[in-house]
């Protein structure tokens, strides 16, 4: 079983930067690939960015430039660090720990407010 613990979310002022965190507990998580999500009101859940265990990233175009996604193996934590934010920024993103389509894993979510 693995349990993740999200961190960093807030408000924050367009063109400013926020850090998440999500740390997680279990077995193989270094093996697994670990990402982003965000979710707004009646919308579906979209990728943010995500990197596997070979540090291979993947970025949404809205995001590249701005965001970056890594992680440590030792301390099983992924980190989005979100620069130049924008209002559209706005959701509640969600930590993802993927090993296979059986082995999926969310975190709780924490809100990101862009707003002046």
């Known amino acids: 079983q693995v349990q993740l613990v999200e961190s960093g979310g807030g408000l924050v002022q367009p063109g400013g930067s926020l850090r998440l965190s999500c740390a997680a507990s279990?077995?193989?998580?270094?093996?697994?690939?670990m990402g982003w999500y965000r979710q707004t009101p009646g919308n579906q859940r979209e990728l943010v960015a995500r990197?596997?265990?070979?540090?291979?990233?993947y970025y949404i175009d809205s995001v590249k430039g701005r965001f970056t996604i890594s992680r440590d193996n030792v301390k099983n934590t992924v980190y989005l660090q979100m620069n130049s934010l924008k209002p559209e920024d706005t959701a509640v993103y969600y930590c993802n720990v993927y090993f296979d389509s059986s082995n999926e894993y969310w975190g709780q979510g924490t809100q990101v407010t862009v707003s002046s």
């Open positions: 990197i596997t265990r070979f540090s291979n990233i």
């Open positions: 279990g077995s193989r998580i270094s093996i697994a690939i």
